[in-house]
């Protein structure tokens, strides 16, 4: 036998039928076989379990073997690599929780491994010697590195902190795993393959369509999938996708798309109307807690005239259909499955290879009919919130966005971009549950007492100006109280709304938390009592959490211009909604109406702000911050755009090779 006491990256294998059998035997009763079974069934055995083994010289055994290691090398951590120590074989048996039998199968392939010495005590009662020749930071380092390498983050992570206790193999971890973060090239053959690779604090819930709901998840379905058409952002008009041209009727209660010819999906078929019409179909029969439910009744019925010409029929006129169409809701999927990962799929720049728990690969779509990603692979990578500051320390130089759940390193050498005004952050006031907030004296106290500039200068970072709307409208702002209101001004407001002291609850998501932390110290000034209570994104969406919470605080992104603010207010899957008054539900859903039926751009525009200030009027909610993304890079990064969610387009990026830059020479500008 080879003395190499290496333990090379474990590859397993999820399979199907077979990997729900091997986890079905214990680890011990697969070692009983292999190690009883004569020499040609032995060799047959391996072939059967060698996807889900780890690999030693002349030995394959299940990777549950080294989790015994290195729970008999923590158990002695005291004991230095190379040092006997006497041992009896029923002490062994309870750390490995087996049988002495067992103990003795599990000892012997670990020795025949040359992982250590196991001398058994000679007579009853003797004891043995054992000693431990592989380290056990190197075991527990290389084990988790497994584990990373098939996107089981938490799991390395809950072995390093079980059995890392004294040693350094965490921070190491770390270390190395921001090493690969960032950008990364390989050759294949004749291929440069370029990967980026980045960590992230927010959840991937969804990468359905018609059910995300929070803005890295509409981020990456925009990634994947495409729209009819698009809403050129700097122009505010829609342009082509899918559809090359469209027209509508005299009303605006017909409309026909006209689809490009030879789109292809990422299994291969061409886009079609029927691809068209059975989105739309598939949108009507979404449930209504999710978004795409809304967006299905405002899109009417679609009927395919032919190959490549839809229509689409409404119920009464809407003139900025296109826009509705340009919703991440509206995305076109195709009638097959990918049958790699049985994900729906989409004609984007890029199709997911990999969509884990915790890791999440998308790969340039080398048809894609708007030119192919620069980028071949992304790799997502996500993070716990506890785990984020281990990642932080181990300081990254990687292509950062600024989103406020991570802190962001600065380095001279980088070049930096601003998405100002990204987003807006709202406070809603539950008009469907009894308690002050009804009250319209205890919302004006509460407008009166949150000041936004305040705010900022409290907490700064990302917070970057007051809002008065859904978004920045530069120098248009509500009027400046008249006089300066007092303290005792407010507390006159808070006697005169009935308030008693009842403890009252703001939901939010770690991204608001330190918002909802202030606002709840500063109304505790004024004897108002409210508790925060932190959800993750995906406990927030629980209609059952809306309706039990006194306000809401969220962050409203308008990525698709007057079409996002409509849902915000019109859709029970968002979160204003469900908290509005009947009576102002009515008036707003009566403006709507008299919106989409308006032709003139301005005029809707003017109806938006009127609905904007009625919201103001009755303080149905508060407008509080605008909010700056910054992205952060290496110069070598080109490229670098927002998208209209605050997160940087993948088909965009490119990477500058070194031997370009080396080329170019040290005084060289660089270009974007």
């Known amino acids: 036998m080879a003395n190499d006491r290496s333990l090379p990256v474990a590859a397993f294998a999820a399979g199907t039928s077979i990997a729900m059998l091997v986890s079905?035997?214990?680890?011990?009763?697969?070692?009983?076989?292999?190690?009883?079974?004569?020499?040609?069934?032995?060799?047959?055995?391996?072939?059967?379990?060698?996807?889900?083994?780890?690999?030693?010289?002349?030995?394959?055994?299940?990777?549950?073997?080294?989790?015994?290691?290195?729970?008999?090398?923590?158990?002695?951590?005291?004991i230095a690599d190379g040092e006997p120590v006497r041992v009896t074989l029923s002490q062994l048996a309870a750390i490995l929780f087996c049988t002495p039998r067992n103990a003795k199968l599990l000892l012997k392939k670990m020795e025949q491994a040359d992982w250590l010495r196991f001398v058994p005590g000679v007579g009853r009662g003797n004891p043995s010697t054992l000693t431990f020749l592989l380290p056990l930071q190197a075991v527990l380092l290389e084990v988790a590195q497994a584990r990373l390498a098939h996107g089981q983050l938490h799991e390395a992570i809950e072995l390093l902190?079980?059995?890392?206790?004294?040693?350094?193999?965490?921070?190491?971890?770390?270390?190395?795993?921001?090493?690969?973060?960032?950008?990364?090239?390989?050759?294949?053959?004749?291929?440069?393959?370029?990967?980026?690779?980045?960590?992230?604090?927010?959840?991937?819930?969804?990468?359905?369509?018609?059910?995300?709901?929070?803005?890295?998840?509409?981020?990456?379905?925009?990634?994947?999938?495409?729209?009819?058409?698009?809403?050129?952002?700097?122009?505010?008009?829609?342009?082509?996708?899918?559809?090359?041209?469209?027209?509508?009727?005299?009303?605006?209660?017909?409309?026909?798309?006209?689809?490009?010819?030879?789109?292809?999906?990422?299994?291969?078929?061409?886009?079609?109307?029927?691809?068209?019409?059975?989105?739309?179909?598939?949108?009507?029969?979404?449930?209504?807690?999710?978004?795409?439910?809304?967006?299905?009744?405002?899109?009417?019925?679609?009927?395919?005239?032919?190959?490549?010409?839809?229509?689409?029929?409404?119920?009464?006129?809407?003139?900025?259909?296109?826009r509705f169409l340009a919703h991440p809701s509206a995305s076109i999927?195709?009638?097959?499955?990918?049958?790699?990962?049985?994900?729906?799929?989409?004609?984007?720049?890029?199709?997911?290879?990999?969509?884990?728990?915790?890791?999440?690969?998308?790969?340039?779509?080398?048809?894609?009919?708007?030119?192919?990603?620069?980028?071949?692979?992304?790799?997502?990578?996500?993070?716990?919130?506890?785990?984020?500051?281990?990642?932080?320390?181990?300081?990254?130089?990687?292509?950062?966005?600024?989103?406020?759940?991570?802190?962001?390193?600065?380095?001279?050498?980088?070049?930096?971009?601003?998405?100002?005004?990204?987003?807006?952050?709202?406070?809603?006031?539950?008009?469907?549950k009894a308690g002050p907030q009804n009250d319209r004296h205890f919302r004006e106290a509460l407008r009166l007492i949150l000041s936004p500039e305040r705010m900022i200068a409290d907490l700064g970072g990302f917070r970057d100006s007051p809002a008065h709307g859904f978004h920045y409208r530069g120098g248009e702002a509500m009027p400046q109280e008249s006089t300066k209101v007092s303290n005792d001004d407010i507390l006159q407001l808070i006697a005169r709304s009935g308030y008693r002291g009842e403890e009252l609850r703001l939901s939010t998501y770690g991204r608001h938390a330190a918002d909802a932390r202030w606002i709840a110290w500063q109304c505790q000034a004024y004897g108002i009592t409210i508790t925060v209570e932190l959800h993750s994104w995906g406990d927030l969406r629980d209609s059952a959490i809306w309706a039990a919470s006194d306000f809401l605080m969220f962050g409203a992104v308008i990525y698709v211009e007057q079409v996002t603010q409509i849902e915000l207010l019109q859709s029970a899957a968002c979160f204003i909604r469900p908290h509005l008054a009947p009576a102002v539900d009515d008036i707003i859903d009566q403006q709507i109406g008299q919106l989409l039926a308006e032709p003139c751009d301005i005029r809707r525009e003017q109806l938006l702000l009127e609905i904007e200030r009625l919201l103001q009027r009755e303080n149905a909610l508060l407008f509080l911050l605008h909010n700056t993304l910054t992205a952060s890079y290496p110069s070598t990064v080109k490229n670098v755009r927002f998208t209209a969610e605050g997160w940087i387009d993948f088909s965009c990026i490119w990477f500058q090779p070194d031997t370009a830059k080396a080329a170019l020479g040290e005084d060289h500008k660089p270009s974007n």
Not at 377 to 402: F, G, K, T, Y
């Open 24 to 78: 079905f035997l214990s680890h011990r009763f697969a070692i009983l076989i292999v190690a009883t079974a004569g020499k040609r069934k032995r060799a047959n055995i391996r072939a059967l379990l060698s996807p889900f083994l780890i690999r030693i010289p002349e030995w394959s055994f299940p990777m549950t073997i080294t989790l015994d290691y290195l729970a008999l090398r923590h158990a002695f951590a005291q």
């Open 161 to 322: 902190d079980k059995y890392g206790t004294g040693t350094s193999a965490k921070q190491q971890f770390w270390q190395k795993l921001s090493g690969t973060f960032g950008y990364a090239v390989r050759t294949e053959d004749t291929s440069r393959i370029e990967t980026l690779r980045f960590p992230t604090g927010r959840q991937i819930l969804t990468l359905d369509p018609a059910e995300a709901f929070y803005a890295f998840d509409i981020h990456l379905v925009r990634q994947i999938f495409d729209t009819l058409v698009a809403l050129d952002r700097e122009k505010n008009v829609c342009i082509p996708r899918l559809a090359h041209s469209w027209e509508a009727n005299h009303d605006a209660t017909r409309w026909v798309f006209y689809l490009r010819k030879g789109i292809r999906f990422h299994n291969g078929l061409e886009c079609t109307a029927d691809d068209v019409v059975r989105t739309v179909q598939r949108l009507g029969h979404t449930p209504c807690s999710q978004p795409g439910e809304w967006l299905g009744r405002q899109l009417g019925t679609a009927v395919a005239l032919d190959r490549y010409t839809v229509l689409f029929k409404l119920a009464s006129p809407n003139w900025i259909l296109p």
């Open 333 to 432: 999927i195709g009638q097959a499955a990918e049958s790699d990962t049985g994900l729906l799929t989409g004609t984007g720049a890029f199709r997911v290879t990999k969509w884990q728990p915790f890791l999440t690969v998308l790969e340039a779509f080398d048809d894609y009919f708007a030119g192919r990603a620069q980028t071949d692979n992304v790799e997502i990578l996500q993070l716990l919130p506890e785990q984020l500051a281990e990642w932080e320390s181990a300081a990254p130089r990687q292509l950062m966005v600024d989103t406020g759940e991570m802190a962001q390193p600065t380095f001279a050498d980088w070049d930096t971009k601003h998405f100002f005004h990204a987003s807006s952050s709202i406070l809603t006031f539950n008009r469907k």
